[in-house]
């Protein structure tokens, strides 16, 4: 594959508003089977049961939302075209985490998060600043979300109703993909984020979480 230079500011701006559209409007397609294909929708969840499958799936949906706007802001601006394909790639693996959520909210009867648009915002600055500080920044940056994600969904899956094996599997195989992608970030010469970075970090989940829950 060849590389490319970074995008000019037009292009920039052009990718950005393709990306949000993509992500907001166009239904997310997953070209790998689905984790929980063959296993139960929920019908046989009590009401209670599927109120917390939704709410902890409508958070899962939210962070791949953010995913796709951080690797986004991250792409555009990283300075080396092999760092910028690699972000790409694994967008498009964070694509299918998000047609995976999506699909699973929808058979429990829930809604997704109505400020998605503002999370997909709030992401994006933050991936577009991860960038600008150099490209080791940016990849210390993608190597602590991972990290932090693959924490969350492990402390999910806990949570989860124990007859829930549909979301089950759907989580497990993303925080497999996840510490997959972390991984690749630290090959790539990730640097570590000092400590404030990263409990900044951890605040800044922890809220969106706490809203994502019931919003």
Not at 167 to 194: F, K
Request: aromatic fraction near 4%; include cysteine; charged fraction near 25%.
């Amino acid at each position: 594959m060849s590389a490319r230079p970074q995008l000019g500011l037009v292009d920039q701006w052009i990718s950005m508003f393709d990306g949000a559209l993509r992500t907001l409007a166009v239904p997310a397609r997953s070209r790998r089977l689905h984790p929980d294909e063959g296993l139960s929708g929920g019908t046989a969840l009590s009401d209670e049961a599927r109120r917390r499958s939704i709410e902890l799936m409508r958070i899962n949906h939210v962070g791949e939302v953010c995913a796709q706007a951080l690797y986004q802001g991250q792409a555009i601006t990283a300075r080396d075209p092999g760092v910028r394909i690699a972000l790409e790639r694994a967008a498009h693996e964070e694509t299918e985490h998000l047609a995976w959520t999506s699909r699973r909210i929808d058979e429990l009867g829930g809604r997704k998060s109505l400020l998605n648009p503002l999370w997909y915002g709030g992401a994006l600055l933050w991936g577009v600043l991860a960038g600008r500080a150099g490209d080791r920044w940016s990849l210390g940056f993608l190597a602590e979300t991972e990290r932090q994600v693959e924490a969350h969904l492990s402390d999910h899956l806990e949570r989860l109703p124990p007859d829930d094996h549909a979301s089950a599997a759907i989580l497990r195989q993303m925080r497999e993909d996840e510490a997959q992608h972390a991984r690749l970030a630290d090959s790539l010469g990730a640097a570590p984020l000092p400590l404030p970075v990263r409990l900044a970090m951890r605040v800044a989940a922890d809220s969106m979480k706490a809203i994502a829950r019931y919003v």
